[in-house]
């Protein structure tokens, strides 16, 4: 298994860079999966939920926290246990933890 992260700002093309990186690795008869973060599990979609809402302000130290739990999750359920050839995580679009104001 080989895994390709694609970083960078929101709007700079990274989706679209994965969606050409992947229909290239099909292409060549490899099977692809595309993560994002946090997410891609069901705990981290429900953690994805948690970081989005803006009614309940979160303090950093919390944020982080359920970024590494969503990552955690991510490793044990998407990562360790993959058959596939290549993974893509994408990353977060909403910021990083302790990015919000």
Request: glycine content about 6%.
């Amino acid at each position: 298994m080989r895994i390709i992260s694609f970083e960078g700002i929101e709007g700079v093309g990274k989706s679209t860079q994965i969606e050409l990186l992947k229909n290239y690795i099909q292409k060549n008869n490899y099977t692809v999966e595309v993560l994002r973060e946090p997410g891609s599990t069901e705990t981290g979609e429900m953690i994805r939920e948690i970081l989005l809402n803006n009614h309940n302000p979160l303090a950093n130290q919390t944020e982080l926290l359920l970024m590494f739990a969503a990552r955690s999750e991510l490793v044990k359920h998407k990562i360790n246990n993959s058959n596939y050839d290549f993974l893509h995580p994408v990353p977060d679009e909403t910021g990083s933890p302790g990015s919000r104001t």
